[in-house]
């Protein structure tokens, strides 16, 4: 059945006018609105960082989250500055802005590294200037981090209280250690039964990386595929436009997006309407709808901790270090770049090695 909008009104392609692909999603912000007042009142535009920042986010071929992110810092320090004259910014702006997170928005060390991150891309491919060597700022405190982990019973538990397609996702979540974008982002191609391998395309910083297929998942894998392709088949007697594609591939392959390979392994299950074409297309599954469905499994399953989609990743790293897998081989699992980042995992597994730290009044027990 064609729909005009899928269920979930948050999908970044309800957005419209204007309609942006899926790869680069309208921002939900007023940015343009602000800017037009900002240049009668000032007599300068903003509307050129922006529009510079997502050309320059988009040559790169960077990530639809990251778009979102970056320029959302540009915003607040736009704010900031009370929409000063973008070619007069300074290092010192970007000192006392990041130092104001920090002092007075109270933000974790994590953020005020993206938001680091974020005008450092700005200053050097937007505004073509020298960041230079930042001093002075004021830094956020750094807490310890130790992620939420769930035990294997805990795990069964929230499978059981999902329905078919979710229940699948998350055991591919926890199965795999995947990523949830990562997941809903899988596509026909991605399985190799035969192999018993499945290859994750653009995982976090933009890198492919394959990853054994649980055994016992294979025969409801099979099954889904069937799935996808009886939509396929459907969707092209209803001469639908095919499903979304990262510009540039459906630049380069004309017909690609009509082509059951590259089908979505876990699809939307309306159509979409493109505003600029009037075409129909087919999205994968919205995050939201696995990750509220997740939530009220955890909630219905009696579970205590704060889990979240994520936290079946987190599990699967954890679960396999209690299985004495050593840490580097976890971290080509999970797609880290910096084995420091799967370190996290060696404070949720008790050590095999020390004596288990316990209180004086149970010594006598031992």
Known sequence: MLEKNSPDPNHPH????????????????????????????TGFSWVFVFDELTREIQLRHYSPKTLKSYRGWARRLQ??????????????????FLSDLAVEKKVSASTQNQAFNALLFLFQHVLKKDFGEIKGIARAKRKPYIPVVLSRE?????FDHLDDPIDLVAKLLYGCGLRLFECLNLRAQCFNFDAGVLTVHDGKGQKDRTVPLPQTLIPALKLQ???????????LKANFAGVFLPNQLSHKYKNAAKEFIWQWFFPQPSLTLVAETQEHKRYHLHES??????????????????ATAHTL?????????????????IQELLGHSDVRTTMIYTHTVQSRTLKQAKSPLDFDRE
Do not use: G, M, W
């Not at 990743?313 to 081989?329: G, K």
């Open 313 to 329: 990743r987190h599990s699967f790293a954890s679960h396999l270090l209690e299985a004495n897998y050593d840490i580097r081989t």
């Open 14 to 41: 309800h957005r419209s006018p204007p309609y942006e692909h899926p790869r680069y999603p309208a921002v939900s912000d007023n940015t343009h609105q602000n800017n037009t007042v900002a240049e009668k009142q």
């Open 154 to 158: 805990e795990v069964e538990l929230i």
């Open 79 to 96: 704010a900031f500055t009370q929409s000063k004259d973008y070619r007069n910014l300074t290092q010192q702006d970007v000192v006392a």
């Open 289 to 306: 709808i696995v990750q509220k469905a997740i939530k009220r499994a955890v909630n219905d399953a009696k579970i205590t901790k704060r």
């Open 225 to 235: 595929l069937r799935k996808v392709a009886d939509l396929h088949e459907a969707d």
